[in-house]
């Protein structure tokens, strides 16, 4: 059930590369993009990532400051009359690499914040993401060739830059604390993004990694949202992200198709 779902995943994947012109690095940026966004900002951090030419964010992956203008910038996130040094410096940046590059924001969906945690504001999200391709320019090498936990654990062991250790908004100050990547969090990367172009990859070089990323999921605890939560109040099955996989798999292809007779689990239900 689960290489069924890694199957559907290496579709979309095998159309981004087709609009990136197979430049796998630019795959890997737009998918964590989206994921960095998480469930409420996904769509708005994909259409950012998709408005810049990722050749352009190759230019600036040293600066950070360059990145963060640009990531902030065409997130329209630098519209503001904010005094504040690091503020006003994103914005001079920014001014500089949209004149430069002629960039274009007007197709970035707007950003949210509503409904979501502090640690979880966009604004923390891109100073990560920024900070992740600052660290790693080679990001999908590497990503492509680690295999063990601790290994993707110890690649994402950064967080946002320091302005954001006392902020979670440009404009107010807040209790100090570090907003580095959770392990939780790189989890739901593994598990949405970096298992699913492992898979992609592997399949597009013509081999078979089925075992390597079986391994690698059954690793990561299951997730947590209600279409298992309510799959696990009918029998609790989900031990690990292998089977909340399955589990969002099967609504998928049956479920949502009311395929209730083809199914093991709904042919029981229909007996009760």
Not at 199 to 220: R, T
Not at 222 to 248: H, M
């Amino acid at each position: 059930m689960y290489i069924e779902r890694l199957e559907e995943k290496a579709k979309i994947i095998e159309s981004l590369l087709e609009q990136s012109n197979n430049d796998w690095e630019a795959v890997l940026f737009h998918m964590l993009a989206k994921n960095f966004g998480l469930k409420v900002n996904g769509d708005a951090f994909y259409s950012l990532a998709s408005s810049v030419d990722f050749s352009i964010l190759r230019k600036v992956f040293q600066n950070l400051n360059q990145l963060e203008a640009l990531l902030y910038g065409q997130g329209n996130m630098l519209n503001d009359a904010v005094e504040d040094p690091y503020y006003l410096q994103l914005q001079q940046e920014y001014a500089f690499l949209k004149q430069k590059f002629k960039l274009d924001n007007q197709g970035v969906l707007p950003i949210q914040y509503f409904r979501l945690r502090p640690t979880n504001f966009p604004t923390i999200r891109i100073s990560q993401l920024a900070n992740v391709y600052h660290l790693h320019h080679d990001l999908f090498s590497k990503i492509i060739n680690i295999k063990s936990l601790k290994e993707f654990y110890k690649l994402f062991s950064t967080g946002a830059s320091e302005f954001w250790e006392s902020h979670y908004t440009f404009d107010k100050v807040s209790k100090p604390s570090k907003k580095t990547i959770s392990k939780s969090f790189v989890d739901l990367l593994l598990i949405n993004t970096i298992i699913p172009l492992q898979y992609g990859y592997a399949k597009y070089k013509g081999q078979n990694n089925h075992e390597d990323v079986l391994k690698l999921i059954q690793e990561l605890k299951p997730e947590t949202n209600t279409v298992v939560d309510k799959f696990q109040s009918l029998k609790p099955v989900s031990k690990s992200a292998l089977q909340s996989q399955g589990l969002l798999q099967l609504k998928n292809e049956y479920c949502d198709k009311n395929k209730c007779l083809q199914c093991a689990i709904g042919n029981t239900l229909l007996k009760l």
